[in-house]
DNA sequence: CTATAATACTAATTAGATTAGGAAAATGGC
DNA sequence: GCCATTTTCCTAATCTAATTAGTATTATAG
């Protein structure tokens, strides 16, 4: 038998590739083992187990979240920064349902390694957050809005839950300018 | 063999305690039929299979919520009506997890029966926002900001997502002031 | 060119969902 | 009160997917 030339990235990519096209349902030993061409014993040499497959996708999510979100507050500063890094998460969630899930399901703070991935992503927040005239105290309670409207938000859409016609980037846009016009008014009382 | 003397509506109840107490994922035909006493083939007389059981939770979950926000904004107007409907809401999700996360994961508007249930839940919601000052078509998009807020946020706190000690409780408060006070100066515009 | 490690395999086990077929208890009509 | 029907429950069997055990083959280090 031919050697597959697998490695552990290999092998979350393409989980990642099958949770976004049949969603994370879809994401089995036996299908990964399938798209990957060899046996599903032979998946145990890259993990330990299913659920720790699913726990590599959710920090896999995590990660490209991130790398999106620094990309695209960068040069931008104040709330024009503020506005760009949701529209990043809210793209990545759109364009990659199947990771997005697992980053949303398995999104706990249990151990060092998800703190690890997370932290950077926390690090652009709170720069951006310094930028905008905000108590640090508030910041903190802010930056929870903000996640909770986005995790929320993005979850609602990738689930066809709102059932009418009604333009779903403009209830987008519209949110953030709510967001951004409480956060200010906020800072003026 | 003596009859348990169930219906559906009991097992669902059970499989919600299950749910609630150890994570929808505990939430099996198996540990089921144990709770109730009787062996899981026994089940297919109340639900079709599992996936459809979890369907029903979704329902009985949002149900619930109907009842609590509807109750919460009884005698209550205006913004201080959004605002106990909310917090109705982040309770019901806290203290129902499991519940909550098969209202969540499920929460699409695939088909009449998920639709008939939302729709009186819409109508109350509707019902606020029309005493709000607010346009119709503005109303509809943010309708949509609360749900996504609400359902993000408290999936969050349930995962424990939040790592640090800053108390949750005033992040909501405080989310509940940005969001009210965003839409009052969309209005003033 | 060998020793070791890594990668893959097949075979077997386990857990849980589901189906098949049958027995016992409840129920409705008389 | 008695029978026919339906409902509820059972045991036995099947199926799918995860996981474990044990083994062969390929790569790689020296």
Redesign the interface.
């Known amino acids: 038998m031919a050697k597959a030339g697998l490695d552990k990235s290999a092998v979350i990519a393409k989980a990642a590739e099958l949770a976004n096209s049949g969603g994370l349902d879809a994401v089995t030993l036996k299908s990964l083992a399938e798209a990957l061409g060899i046996q599903s014993p032979s998946l145990y040499n890259y993990v330990g187990s299913l659920a720790e497959l699913k726990r590599e996708l959710m920090l896999y999510g995590w990660r490209q979240l991130e790398e999106r979100m620094l990309r695209a507050s960068a040069g931008v500063s104040g709330y024009d920064a503020l506005r760009e890094m949701s529209r990043a998460f809210y793209k990545y969630a759109r364009e990659n349902k199947g990771v997005f899930d697992a980053a ?1 399901r398995y ?4 151990d060092g390694e998800a ?1 690890a991935v997370t932290a950077g992503l926390f690090d652009v927040v709170y720069r951006i957050f310094e930028g905008l005239n905000i108590s640090r ?2 910041a ?3 930056i ?2 903000m ?10 859409v990738n ?6 016609p ?1 333009s ?1 980037e ?2 987008f846009e ?2 953030l ?10 800072e003026e009382k």
Chains 1, 2 share one sequence.
């Open positions: 949303l999104n706990k703070f249990a703190m105290e508030n903190e309670h802010l929870r809005t996640r909770g409207f986005l995790e929320g938000f993005s979850l609602l689930n066809d839950a709102f059932g009418n009604v779903v403009k209830s519209l949110s300018d709510v967001l951004i016009e409480g956060m200010k008014a906020l």
